[in-house]
């Protein structure tokens, strides 16, 4: 009665199913890593974000790692190094397209750090970052690294606008030595333009990667049940 699932197109048909079954499974399983690996990214926010501003020598030497570093609540003194001003291009927030302009900033020890010093939309301008000592107080991150499909910097040259912040590479273009975070600025003293607006801060949501689970579970599902409706449907004709 069932020899019929042993010729060739059958089998074609059967080795289909497996491998769309075996691809949901697959998918579903990634879902599940990105949702663990969410929540363990929500955990390590709410402990940096819970842990007091301290000075930025401080963090640095206790973390050498940048991703140790990262999101964390520092102040920082130093000096704007005017002339070497560049602008992270095709970002957005709340719903505006714009850009960050970055302005390096040199600590007491002669190092620079990077800091993005908030968001214009476009069309928008901002003036120069202030002269003379500054205190900043702000959040650092690890440099950015280029994802699947983005548009790439220059490897050479100096770039006066980028596509994100990557420390190794616009260290080729600066006189002093960078830190290996940069700072996202919250406040300035003295006040920084009034143009910008501070960059959003993360959002704590798990995101939709446990409903695309049970998608893609359903989905495989589904694909099991039309393989046995198909072949109930050949057996009783």
């Given at each position: 009665?069932?020899?019929?699932?042993?010729?060739?197109?059958?089998?074609?048909?059967?080795?289909?199913?497996?491998?769309?079954?075996?691809?949901?499974?697959?998918?579903?399983?990634?879902?599940?890593?990105?949702?663990?690996q969410?929540?363990?990214?929500?955990?390590?926010?709410?402990?940096r974000?819970?842990?007091?501003?301290?000075?930025?020598?401080?963090?640095?030497?206790?973390?050498?790692?940048?991703?140790?570093a990262?999101?964390?609540?520092?102040?920082?003194?130093?000096?704007?190094?005017?002339g070497?001003?560049?602008r992270?291009?095709?970002?957005?927030?709340?719903?505006?397209?714009?850009?960050d302009?970055?302005?390096?900033?040199?600590?007491?020890?002669?190092?620079?750090?990077?800091?993005?010093?908030?968001?214009?939309?476009?069309?928008?301008?901002?003036?120069?970052?202030?002269?003379?000592?500054?205190?900043?107080?702000?959040?650092?991150?690890?440099?950015?690294?280029?994802?699947?499909?983005?548009?790439?910097?220059?490897?050479?040259?100096?770039?006066?606008?980028?596509?994100?912040?990557?420390?190794?590479?616009?260290?080729?273009?600066?006189?002093?030595?960078?830190?290996?975070?940069?700072?996202?600025?919250?406040?300035?003293?003295p006040?920084?333009?009034?143009?910008?607006?501070?960059?959003?801060?993360?959002?704590?949501?798990?995101?939709?990667?446990?409903?695309?689970?049970?998608?893609?579970?359903?989905f495989?599902?589904?694909?099991?049940?039309g393989?046995?409706?198909?072949?109930?449907?050949?057996?009783?004709?």
């Amino acid at each position: 009665m069932y020899k019929f699932l042993l010729r060739p197109k059958w089998m074609a048909f059967h080795l289909l199913i497996v491998a769309l079954v075996t691809t949901m499974l697959m998918l579903a399983n990634w879902q599940w890593h990105r949702y663990h690996q969410r929540i363990a990214f929500n955990a390590t926010l709410i402990e940096r974000f819970d842990t007091p501003t301290q000075p930025l020598e401080q963090v640095l030497s206790e973390f050498s790692s940048a991703s140790d570093a990262e999101w964390r609540s520092v102040q920082v003194v130093g000096m704007y190094l005017h002339g070497h001003d560049l602008r992270v291009a095709n970002v957005s927030q709340g719903g505006r397209a714009g850009f960050d302009p970055v302005t390096p900033l040199q600590l007491l020890d002669g190092r620079l750090i990077l800091v993005n010093r908030g968001f214009i939309p476009l069309g928008g301008s901002v003036l120069g970052a202030p002269d003379g000592q500054v205190t900043l107080q702000g959040r650092l991150r690890a440099s950015s690294t280029k994802r699947l499909g983005a548009v790439s910097d220059a490897s050479s040259g100096v770039l006066t606008e980028v596509q994100r912040i990557d420390i190794t590479r616009l260290q080729q273009q600066m006189p002093f030595p960078l830190v290996n975070v940069y700072l996202e600025m919250q406040t300035s003293s003295p006040a920084d333009d009034a143009t910008l607006s501070r960059i959003a801060e993360p959002t704590f949501s798990n995101g939709p990667h446990l409903g695309y689970v049970g998608q893609w579970i359903l989905f495989s599902l589904c694909a099991l049940g039309g393989w046995f409706a198909i072949v109930r449907r050949e057996v009783t004709t």
